[in-house]
C-alpha cells in the first residue's frame, strides 16, 4: 500500500522554463512534507519543506504548494537550470507513538535540456 | 555542515558471503534509520532505532539481515549470507526525532551493494 505516489516517473524540461514535479498522498495523519533531489551514485538531499498547516513555502529558485483538501503537493523550479537534473523524491511524515516515520514516493527523474 | 557517514561506499561480494555497512550519524540525532533502494523506486526502510533501540524491523529480512546500534550513536548492518537479489544501494539517515512538525531526515551517500 504505497502512500505517498508520484505518477510521472520521467519529466524533460528546457532550461529556463519551469519544471513542476507533482506527488499525491493518502494518509490524512501526515504533517509534514518534504523533497529530496538524488544525483546517480548519492544519496539523496533535502531540498525544501512544508509543514501541514501551510500551502506555500518558498526557497529561492523553489517552491513547494500543498493542497491537503486534494492531498497533492508539487514542486515548481523557476528557472530550471540543467544542474537540476536529477532524481526527485517526495517524502512526507506522520507520528507513530513517540516517534516519526517517512514515506516516500518513486521518484521523478527530472532531465533539464540546455 | 554536518554530515551523515557510511562506509564502505562501494563493495561487490559474492553470494553466500557476509557483508556489513556502518553508519555514523548526524551528532544528537537520536533517530536512525537504513533503508534499500532499488533502481527507480523510492527508499525502502529496513529498519529504525531511535537511540539504541529497534523501534521498526518490519521490513528486515531478519533471516539474513541483522542490525545493531549498541551504544546509540553509530550503527552496522549486516546481510549473511548476500544473496543476488540483495544488490541495491543501502542508505542511511537520521533525523531529530522532533515529535512535532518539522522533523527533517539527513541521508548519507550511501553504499552501492553488487553481489555476483
Known amino acids: 500500500d504505497q502512500q505517498v505516489k508520484q505518477n510521472s516517473p520521467s519529466l524533460s524540461v528546457q532550461e529556463g522554463r519551469i519544471s513542476i514535479l507533482n506527488c499525491d498522498y493518502t494518509n490524512s495523519m501526515f504533517d509534514y512534507f518534504l523533497w529530496y533531489k538524488k544525483y546517480p551514485a548519492e544519496g539523496p538531499t533535502f531540498l525544501i519543506s512544508?509543514?501541514?498547516?501551510?500551502d506555500k513555502n518558498e526557497d529561492g529558485r523553489f517552491t513547494v504548494f500543498l493542497n491537503k483538501s486534494a492531498k497533492h503537493l508539487s514542486l515548481h523550479i523557476v528557472p530550471s537550470q540543467p544542474g537540476d537534473s536529477a532524481v526527485y523524491f517526495c517524502?512526507?511524515?506522520?507520528?507513530?507513538?513517540?516517534?516519526?516515520?517517512?514515506?516516500f514516493g518513486s521518484g521523478t527523474k527530472l532531465n533539464v535540456k540546455p | 555542515e554536518a554530515e551523515v557517514a557510511q562506509s564502505p561506499r562501494y563493495k561487490i561480494t559474492e553470494k553466500s558471503q557476509a557483508v556489513a555497512f556502518w553508519c555514523d550519524p548526524i551528532?544528537?540525532?537520536?533517530?536512525l534509520y537504513w533503508y534499500r533502494q532499488i533502481l527507480g523506486q523510492g527508499p525502502e526502510l529496513l529498519v529504525q532505532?531511535?537511540?539504541?533501540?529497534?523501534?521498526?524491523d518490519s521490513q528486515l529480512p531478519k533471516d539474513r539481515f541483522s542490525a545493531e546500534r549498541l551504544k546509540g550513536v553509530d550503527s552496522t548492518l549486516k546481510i549473511q549470507p548476500a544473496e543476488l537479489g540483495d544488490s541495491a544501494m543501502y542508505l542511511c539517515?537520521?533525523?531529530?526525532?522532533?515529535?512535532?512538525?518539522?522533523?527533517?531526515?539527513?541521508f548519507g551517500p550511501g553504499t552501492r551493494l553488487t553481489v555476483l
Open positions: 539517515a537520521s533525523s531529530e526525532s522532533i515529535q512535532v512538525g518539522t522533523d527533517t531526515q539527513y
Open positions: 512544508i509543514s501541514s498547516i501551510k
Open positions: 517524502a512526507a511524515k506522520r507520528q507513530w507513538g513517540n516517534f516519526n516515520k517517512f514515506y
Open positions: 532505532f531511535q537511540d539504541e533501540s529497534v523501534v521498526d
Open positions: 551528532s544528537g540525532h537520536a533517530t
